[in-house]
């Protein structure tokens, strides 16, 4: 998955390996590597983060305050992603 033009996350999909459903963030322009997180996880940090763009579309339709708190320490790259979807869905 391409989040930008030099951040994507890969997915270790080999079921034989230790690293089997583990999510990394790639880097091409510092040529970096690092875990993110597991498939498992990032299933449900992008259901929390379609949810949350839909609570946040719903307030502004409703002229309510948006009363959704972004989720701390998440690391870098699904920061940038939820802030793709709550920003597409919010357009």
């Known amino acids: 998955m391409a989040f ?9 999909v080999e079921p034989r390996k230790a690293e089997y459903g583990n999510v990394h963030h790639i880097n091409t322009r510092n040529e970096k590597e690092s875990f993110c997180c597991t498939m498992d996880d990032l299933l449900i940090h992008l259901a929390y983060f379609v949810r949350e763009g839909t609570d946040k579309k719903m307030a502004e339709h409703h002229g309510t305050k948006n009363t959704t708190t972004p989720r701390s320490g998440l690391p870098r790259p699904l920061k940038m992603i939820r802030k793709a979807i709550v920003d597409a869905m919010t357009r």
């Open 4 to 12: 930008s033009e030099f951040d994507y996350l890969l997915i270790c």
